[in-house]
């Protein structure tokens, strides 16, 4: 009669075991069918639900052992339920966008629903013991986007077992035995993060096991539209292992059958586990019982065949069908859990609710009051009046309501002067720090292990320190780095072997070992979800963009996952990961980018660090290797070769964040700058000096901080004069230097010249050294805008330079 005779060893289901899967099965269902009520009933603004996954999920479930992750997406409510990450209670609570952590965990009401997160940080910022959690990384909305780190968090797990150096680290892993739960719809597998993912994965060996949820449809795009053959697991047949050699294994299962499921995710996970071998777990003839979203109905563009036969394959139907025919439970029995779990559901929902109104209706109440009380006293009573009414009209008012309605009554009232006048003011105040704590933070780290909160120490120079290539000092503190910390790892196209196409890791992979600095192939997306997923687990990769154009290609996964991850998680989760680039002038169109305004623009949550030469470089590393926030690094791609003299106390000294440096004093112009500029600047700033013309230059080192300690304006108050020059494109990261110092720092105060920016042309810089001039600002260009500038403040000190 079992027919789950086929399931081996202490994993065969006992009765109880089926029913329990049966009820969560059955509350999973319930859940997502009032989720859907409360969100056209107005109680939510969005829903997405994991009906029609139920029974895959709690098979997958069964095999999730602590210490393992899961990098899935917004279907995958009935996985973390399972794992006892998830009440139903919580589940609601993020349909509300309830702004508690207490009641709202996984981010704090910052994402919308399915979005799951376990935390992994504590109060004191230190990391939990992750192998004795269910690990949930805080899903991300884009499709597709939780593979790339994936890759690199089942990477992990191979570091964990074969590097012995990292066998202490005794709360991230148990020797690698990690595997990594990987969930995606089928329409995503278009992606090309998906087949590059798949790929490396393949490569790589590692423990990741994708599950592809295959309910044949991306919101209304049916399967054929999306994937060669119909079908994922026959489009990447060629990738299945075989005796010649590595690949990944593929499984393909019904999404209704229970015993095969459960069969199935137990020999996924075994091979997994032990051989680390990556997965492919091909979940068909799944349903989504009420279409995609709350945002449209399926109706519109399912057939009724199909719809009649989605309600004949629902997992949920099959399931119970099977128990009913082995006998597990009789129709009654089923059908008091189906109630229970109905009653179960609403239960949850309404403390979900009640708990989320109760903290707004008491603020309610209190605002009401505090207002009523300033219309009593005031002599624009009626207006005020007014604006209570419409407050109190508000259905289902929240924080804006109530925060708009006392602005408004401030903008009536605020000139009349009473205690409860000043009240309310005071009120408006304190509510806005403590609307600024729920939704405003978190987006770097407030830790104690902040970058920001690491000691400078000032490189030491000594006769005897040696003149050498830039190269050489960044190669030597990578040397000193990887002695000093084993937890580092570094990888990318060519640093390995070669030790990356300018020498900054020559000879350290013979030194350290494949293990610690590894080449990969040529796929940055990839590169960055390594990173993420091995930062993810405590340990602290540096991966490598080759050239800082080719950035792009990982854009997406830098600002979606790694970028948001601190903030969508309030604080939860990090993934210290340091990107090494390297970038501005050299040659060409696609190796001469600088485009930090578009970094500035999508990497806020990260650090963003432009040296101007190597002694910088290292120095600036050593501060964000402490750290526990992402970084970026551009690294000068001229300077390599440029002569530097190295400190005697490379992986000692740490550059602080934020500091801007003055290259150059002077009492005429501040010109600010980074990079590679600043070589261009100090040129032209030596020649003006034969002009008469005494310029200060400022390297601001990094522009994410920003001069934290407003040093640029005390420059601009002596200068009164101020270029902002950068090789990025116009009005890019030289208007974002120009907000923070003219707006930020208020220098426009002391400004007797207008402000000028100078930048490169419009397009991308051609090759060669005449489309360099030609295209990127250079120390002429430098010259004789200063010149000008000073000239029309004072054209008798400063006669015409040449006829134009
Ligand atoms: C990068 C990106 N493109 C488009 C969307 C909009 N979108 C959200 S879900 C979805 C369909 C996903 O279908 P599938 O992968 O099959 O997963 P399912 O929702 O069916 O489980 C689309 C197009 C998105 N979220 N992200």
Same mark, same amino acid.
């Given at each position: ?16 075991? %089926? ?203 049916? %399967? ?55 997965? @492919? ?55 008091? %859990? ?189 590169? %960055? ?76 949550? @990260? ?198």
């Amino acid at each position: 009669m079992l027919q789950n005779d086929s399931l081996t060893g202490s994993s065969v289901l006992s009765k109880e075991d %089926i029913i329990d899967d049966y009820r969560l099965a059955c509350e999973s269902r319930q859940v997502s069918l009032l989720g859907r009520k409360d969100t056209m009933g107005g109680r939510s603004k969005f829903g997405i639900f994991g009906d029609g996954k139920e029974v895959a999920q709690i098979a997958l479930s069964k095999v999730f052992q602590p210490g393992d992750f899961r990098s899935g997406y917004y279907r995958d409510q009935t996985i973390e339920a399972a794992v006892g990450n998830l009440t139903w209670q919580q589940f609601f609570a993020q349909m509300y966008a309830h702004a508690n952590l207490e009641h709202e965990p996984n981010t704090g009401g910052r994402s919308m629903n399915g979005h799951f997160s376990t935390r992994w940080v504590d109060g004191n910022g230190d990391w939990l013991d992750q192998t004795k959690l269910y690990n949930s990384v805080c899903d991300i909305s884009s499709t597709a986007g939780q593979i790339p780190r994936s890759v690199g968090l089942a990477y992990a797990s191979k570091l964990f077992r074969e590097n012995a150096d990292l066998h202490s680290m005794t709360t991230f892993s148990r020797k690698g035995s990690e595997v990594v739960f990987s969930t995606i719809g089928d329409a995503s597998t278009s992606q090309g993060m998906f087949w590059e993912a798949m790929n490396a994965a393949g490569v790589l060996q590692i423990p990741l096991i994708v599950s592809v949820w295959d309910d044949g449809y991306g919101i209304s795009v049916p %399967i054929e539209y999306q994937t060669t053959k119909g079908s994922i697991s026959k489009a990447l047949a060629g990738l299945q292992r075989n005796e010649d050699g590595d690949g990944i294994e593929i499984f393909t299962v019904n999404g209704w059958d229970y015993p095969a499921l459960v069969e199935t995710y137990q020999k996924a996970a075994k091979v997994s586990r032990e051989q680390h071998v990556p997965v @492919l777990v091909h979940v068909t003839e799944l349903t989504q019982p009420q279409g995609h979203s709350t945002s449209g109905s399926h109706e519109r563009y399912k057939s009724k065949q199909r719809l009649q036969w989605e309600r004949e394959h629902d997992c949920n139907v099959r399931f119970r069908d099977w128990i009913l025919k082995n006998g597990y439970a009789t129709d009654d029995e089923l059908e008091e %859990i189906e109630r229970e779990a109905k009653e179960k559901a609403l239960h949850e929902r309404n403390a979900a609710w009640q708990a989320y109104r109760k903290e707004l209706d008491a603020e309610f109440n209190d605002t009401i009051q505090r207002l009523q009380s300033v219309a009593g006293g005031s002599s624009f009573a009626a207006e005020v009046n007014n604006v209570i009414l419409e407050l109190q009209k508000t259905y289902l008012p929240v924080r804006r309501d109530m925060i708009a309605a006392v602005r408004k009554v401030l903008r009536i009232i605020g000139k009349e002067q009473n205690p409860q006048v000043n009240a309310l003011k005071a009120f408006l105040q304190e509510n806005l720090s403590v609307n600024k704590e729920r939704f405003n933070t978190h987006l770097y780290s407030e830790t104690k292990y902040s970058p920001m909160l690491v000691e400078p120490v000032k490189p030491v120079f000594s006769d005897s320190s040696p003149t050498v290539d830039g190269r050489e000092v960044i190669r030597s503190y990578f040397n000193a780095l990887f002695e000093k910390d084993l937890r580092v790892v570094a990888l990318g196209e060519d640093i390995g072997l070669i030790g990356d196409v300018n020498q900054g890791f020559a000879g350290l992979q013979e030194k350290y070992g494949e293990i610690r600095i590894t080449d990969t192939g040529i796929r940055e997306t990839t590169i %960055i979800g390594q990173g993420i997923g091995m930062a993810m687990r405590g340990l602290r990769p540096i991966v490598e963009i080759q050239y800082f154009d080719y950035i792009y290609y990982a854009l997406a996964t830098l600002t979606d996952d790694l970028a948001s991850l601190r903030y969508r998680t309030a604080g939860g989760q990090r993934a210290p990961l340091i990107i090494r680039t390297r970038g501005h002038r050299l040659e060409g169109i696609w190796h001469s980018g600088s485009p930090m305004g578009t970094m500035l623009s999508s990497l806020r949550g @990260l650090h963003v660090a432009v040296p101007r030469n190597f002694t910088q470089a290292a120095g600036l590393y050593n501060t964000l290797i402490q750290g526990d926030d992402p970084a970026l690094m551009v690294e000068p791609l001229n300077s390599y070769r440029q002569k530097e003299i190295m400190p005697d106390n490379l992986g000692e000294y740490c550059i602080p964040l934020g500091q801007p440096e003055i290259l150059r004093e002077g009492n005429d112009l501040t010109i600010v700058t980074y990079g590679s500029m600043c070589r261009i600047v100090m040129e032209a700033a030596s020649q003006l000096q034969n002009s008469g013309i005494d310029v200060e230059v400022i390297d601001v080192q990094t522009l994410l901080p920003f001069d934290v300690d407003n040093r640029i304006v005390e420059s601009i108050r002596k200068t009164n004069r101020v270029i902002f020059a950068d090789e990025d494109l116009p009005g890019s990261a030289s208007g974002y230097m120009m907000q923070q110092v003219l707006e930020k720092q208020q220098a426009y105060r002391w400004l007797d010249s207008a402000p000028v920016t100078i930048a490169a042309k419009d397009h991308r810089p051609p090759y060669g050294s005449d489309g360099d001039y030609f295209s990127k600002p250079n120390m002429d260009d430098i010259f004789e805008t200063v010149y000008e500038i000073m000239r029309e403040a004072a054209p008798d000190k400063y006669p015409e330079l040449f006829n134009a």
